[in-house]
C-alpha cells in the first residue's frame, strides 16, 4: 500500500486498509490476544470497533473482542442503546461501567480533561485486568496522535509522542492505537458511510480545550496538506515504534 492511498482514500476502505497496516507494521494484535475497546459512543472509538472487526478476515490472526463503555456523573448525551446494538452486530460484547468522575474531584477543584481521563484509564485499567483482556484499543487517529505531540513539546517542554503500542510494566496489559495511520477526515468518511456519524455523541468539555489550539496550529503549519502531516508523522514514531512504558 503506497502513501498516495493512505493520502487520498476515504471511507470505509481506507479505515479497513490502513487499520491492518497500522496492526502489522506496529505488531499492535497478536495470536489469541483478547482485546477490549474503550467505547465512549463518540464517532472515534465506534469505528475503531467496527474496524477490528472489518479487519479480522484480513489479518487472519485469532482474537477476541470486547468493549467497555464508561459513563460518568457529568455527560448522559451518549445514546448507549444504539452504541450496544451496533457492537452486537458486529459481534462484539459490550458492558457498561458508571464512574463518578465530578464525584470523586476534592473539594475546591474544578472538572478538567486531564481529571477525567486519568479516572476513566484507571477504571479501564482496572476492569480489563479483572477480565483477563491482554490489550486495550483506544479510538486515537493520526491527527490526534499529532496533536498530542504538539501539545506535550508546546506546554510542557517534552517531546513526547502518544505511543501506538505502550505495554505497561505494572498491569499484565498493552495500549493499542489501530487508527494511528488514518486522519480524522477519513475516519468521518467511514463514520458517515456507516451511519455512525449522526448517533455519535460528544464530550461538553471538549470543545474547550488545550486540543483544538493545537489542532489550529498544526493546521496553521501543514496547510491542511495531508502529505506534509504523515512526513510529521513518520518522523516522529519511525524510531520508536513499538515503544513501552
Known amino acids: 500500500m503506497n502513501n498516495r492511498f493512505a493520502r487520498r482514500a476515504c471511507g470505509v476502505e481506507a479505515v479497513r486498509k490502513l487499520t491492518v497496516k497500522a496492526v502489522w507494521e506496529q505488531k499492535l494484535i497478536e495470536p489469541d490476544d483478547r482485546i477490549l475497546i474503550a467505547v465512549s459512543g463518540g464517532k472515534d472509538s465506534t469505528v475503531l470497533a467496527w474496524a477490528l472487526s472489518a479487519a479480522a478476515p484480513?489479518?487472519?490472526?485469532?482474537?477476541?473482542?470486547?468493549?467497555?463503555?464508561?459513563?460518568?456523573?457529568?455527560?448522559?448525551?451518549?445514546?448507549?442503546?444504539?452504541l450496544e446494538r451496533r457492537l452486537k452486530t458486529w459481534g462484539i460484547p459490550?458492558?457498561?461501567?458508571?464512574?463518578?468522575v465530578i464525584g470523586r474531584l476534592k473539594e475546591g477543584r474544578k472538572m478538567n480533561c486531564y481529571w477525567c481521563s486519568t479516572q476513566r484509564r484507571s477504571e479501564l485499567l482496572k476492569y480489563a485486568a479483572e477480565k483477563g483482556f491482554t490489550k486495550i484499543a483506544l479510538g486515537h487517529h493520526l491527527d490526534d496522535l499529532?496533536?498530542?505531540f504538539f501539545m506535550n513539546m508546546l506546554e510542557k517542554g517534552q517531546l513526547s509522542p502518544m505511543p501506538m503500542r505502550l505495554a505497561y510494566r505494572k498491569h499484565p496489559l498493552t495500549l493499542i492505537r489501530p487508527l494511528g495511520y488514518l486522519e480524522e477526515r477519513q475516519v468521518i468518511a467511514c463514520a458517515e458511510e456507516q451511519g455512525i456519524l449522526k448517533a455519535a455523541c460528544t464530550c461538553p468539555y471538549?470543545?474547550?480545550?488545550?486540543?483544538?489550539?493545537?489542532?489550529?496550529?498544526?493546521?496553521?503549519l501543514?496547510?491542511?496538506?495531508?502529505?506534509?502531516?504523515?512526513?510529521?508523522?513518520?518522523?516522529?514514531?519511525?524510531?520508536?515504534?513499538h515503544a513501552g512504558t
Open 58 to 82: 484480513a489479518l487472519k490472526i485469532p482474537y477476541e473482542l470486547g468493549a467497555l463503555h464508561i459513563s460518568s456523573d457529568f455527560c448522559a448525551c451518549c445514546k448507549k442503546t444504539e
Open 94 to 100: 459490550f458492558a457498561d461501567l458508571f464512574v463518578p
Open 222 to 241: 501543514t496547510g491542511g496538506s495531508s502529505a506534509v502531516k504523515r512526513r510529521i508523522f513518520k518522523a516522529l514514531y519511525s524510531p520508536w515504534k
Open 146 to 148: 499529532l496533536e498530542t
Open 206 to 220: 471538549g470543545a474547550a480545550s488545550s486540543r483544538r489550539t493545537a489542532r489550529e496550529r498544526i493546521a496553521a
